[in-house]
């Protein structure tokens, strides 16, 4: 009885215990992750689209787990009408018709117009995509520290003679916030890494940093210390 007791002990003990929640978290905690994202989206464009049941009598006593999957599902349909008919029997009059009223309303042409850019950017292929962000390590001030971001935009701004990159720089772990930064060319250098890959660092917190991410960064690194040291 007592080596049973002493080897429940040392089971749930203090380092066991905490490799083994360690352990676990680094199991699930991506599908867990993946989950929380997914039931957001479900929850915020299934209830969206849920408003359009309020239409219907004796609705109310729906769950509402329910009217968010109902919706969910009309959502979906809708979008691919709406996709459909603008390929098949209306071509891109139906886009042209929604941009051309949109953009005669204020501040929601800002939204719409900016919501426009960021789903087309997602739709296009991976090869067209690569070409128009272009990964870049950049830094601040003098001291550092080092950031790893998107340039947004392939053709800088010109300010007094100086060539300024608009880039955006995601959050760690959840990419789809972060930080927009107006970079002068001096503390910037663009990095042989890909959208994909960029994004999995940022994501794991340079978990998912791999021999051939490792040397792209290092030679990032060497070029951009070289062009401050020049300045300097």
């Not at 009223?101 to 789903?119: E, Q």
């Not at 880039?167 to 990419?175: A, E, G, I, L």
Request: no cysteine; hydrophobic share 45%.
């Amino acid at each position: 009885m007592g080596f049973k007791i002493q080897k429940f002990k040392e089971l749930f003990n203090k380092e066991n215990f905490k490799r083994d929640f360690l352990t676990g978290l680094i199991a699930l905690g991506p599908l867990i992750l993946t989950l929380y994202i997914l039931f957001t989206f479900i929850s915020l464009f299934g209830n969206f689209f849920a408003n359009l049941l309020l239409l219907i009598p004796g609705v109310e006593t729906i769950p509402p787990i329910v009217k968010t999957i109902i919706g969910f599902l009309i959502g979906l349909v809708l979008v691919f009408l709406a996709g459909l008919s603008a390929r098949v029997f209306i071509g891109f009059q139906l886009e042209s018709f929604i941009n051309n009223l949109v953009s005669r309303i204020p501040l929601v042409n800002t939204i719409y117009n900016a919501v426009r850019d960021l789903l087309g950017f997602f739709s296009m292929s991976k090869e067209k995509r690569l070409q128009q962000s272009r990964t870049a390590l950049f830094k601040l001030n003098d001291g550092g520290p080092y950031f790893l971001g998107f340039v947004t935009r392939e053709e800088p701004l010109e300010i007094q003679g100086r060539k300024i990159y608009t880039v955006f720089m995601p959050t760690t772990p959840n990419p789809t916030t972060g930080f927009y930064f107006l970079v002068e060319e001096s503390r910037l250098v663009f990095v042989d890494l890909d959208l994909t890959e960029a994004f999995k660092i940022i994501m794991t917190a340079g978990l998912s940093l791999d021999i051939k991410g490792g040397e792209s960064l290092n030679n990032g690194f060497a070029e951009l210390l070289k062009k401050t040291d020049q300045q300097n």
